[in-house]
């Protein structure tokens, strides 16, 4: 009965007989065609950093990062960029840093789907490494340490208390955290420290300190000298007069400086210090350096208030060095520089002649102390 009515209603309407003919033909080519296998490979498009045309890039930062959008038909099998694979998420994005070398690099992105079609993009980021100053080099590669000591106050009643030192040692430390680039955490500040105060804080130092770092020691209070034994003395606040079993020798400071590992060592003592333990020199330089080539080689260098003999309470030598740190603008100023900067003024205003020069036996190889200002 189904096939009668089929033809009767062809008979009966006889255009009918194209339109059906049309949609089975219509519905042949739709089966037809999508039963054929995909050779359409996916598309691969960069979203960031947005192309200028030439498909090439350049920075001055070592990592590199890419975003792109990965588009097909069928399903995506894979993507890598410079043979590394990449996550790709559900709309077809992915996300990924790529470490640079100086000069040109070559980034190749490859696609491919469930059928194995596969498609490649590249582009070229051009690495130009910033060029670093003296100053990034110091920040990027080393710390600046301190150990400031001032000593106001004494057990014995036989050595007259100070009034200056403590303070003198506070406003150094502030200077040096504020204005240069000594860091709070790097800095041990000792108030009236003892003997046993000193030696921890240098044991402290030996431990931390690393062969890029720079190592600053103060020390402001009493000092003595025994000519007839040819030995200098730092006196903490438990010395005695009648016993040295407090007195901190100045050899033993030497000893610390030895297995302190530092890069540069700067001691600034306004105290009496022995002469024979360093070798002074001009503080005027014979020719022009370079920051670079005084701060590449390592020194242990020495300035002191006086000679040998016993320096006042109320010292030039330590004002004067607070003022030129605090009026200073340069961004270097090397050791052997703030020392000149105040040393005829220090002669003019006291009796004291203030030393420089190379501490003797402790690894100075010619190089110099450079304190680095904070921009």
Aim: aromatic content about 10%; some cysteine; glycine content about 4%.
């Amino acid at each position: 009965m189904r096939i009668c009515r089929f033809v009767i209603l062809i008979l009966l309407l006889p255009g009918l007989e194209f339109l059906y003919s049309q949609e089975v033909e219509s519905s042949f080519v739709e089966i037809h065609l999508n039963n054929l296998p995909d050779t359409v490979a996916p598309a691969i498009r960069i979203l960031s950093p947005v192309s200028r045309g030439d498909r090439s890039f350049q920075t001055v930062k070592e990592e590199f990062n890419i975003i792109g959008e990965i588009t097909d038909e069928s399903e995506i099998k894979l993507v890598s960029v410079n043979s590394q694979l990449i996550q790709v998420n559900e709309l077809g994005v992915f996300t990924t840093r790529i470490r640079l070398i100086p000069g040109r690099n070559h980034v190749r992105v490859v696609a491919a789907d469930v059928n194995d079609n596969l498609r490649e993009d590249s582009l070229i980021v051009e690495y130009t490494p910033p060029v670093l100053t003296l100053a990034d080099k110091i920040k990027k590669e080393s710390r600046y340490c301190g150990l400031i000591i001032g000593i106001d106050n004494y057990d014995d009643s036989s050595l007259p208390d100070l009034d200056n030192p403590v303070r003198d040692a506070e406003k150094l430390f502030n200077l040096l955290t504020t204005r240069y680039t000594f860091r709070k955490e790097d800095m041990i500040l000792l108030r009236d420290a003892r003997r046993n105060d000193i030696v921890h804080a240098l044991d402290m130092l030996a431990r931390r300190v690393t062969p890029n770092d720079n190592v600053l020691i103060f020390y402001a209070g009493h000092g003595t000298w025994d000519e007839k034994a040819n030995i200098g003395y730092w006196l903490p606040s438990d010395a005695f007069l009648n016993s040295t079993i407090n007195w901190f020798r100045n050899s033993t400071l030497v000893d610390y400086l030895k297995v302190i590992d530092s890069k540069h060592t700067l001691l600034i003592t306004d105290a009496c210090f022995a002469g024979s333990i360093f070798k002074t020199r001009s503080a005027f330089p014979k020719e022009e350096k370079a920051y670079e080539v005084l701060y590449e080689l390592p020194s242990r260098k020495a300035m002191t208030s006086g000679t040998l003999t016993e320096v006042p309470d109320r010292s030039s030598f330590t004002r004067y060095l607070l003022d030129r740190l605090n009026e200073n603008e340069e961004m270097y100023l090397s050791s052997e520089q703030l020392f000149s900067s105040f040393r005829i003024a220090v002669i003019n205003n006291s009796d004291a002649i203030p030393q420089y020069g190379e501490i003797r036996n402790v690894g100075d190889e010619g190089g110099d102390f450079i304190f680095l200002r904070k921009k």
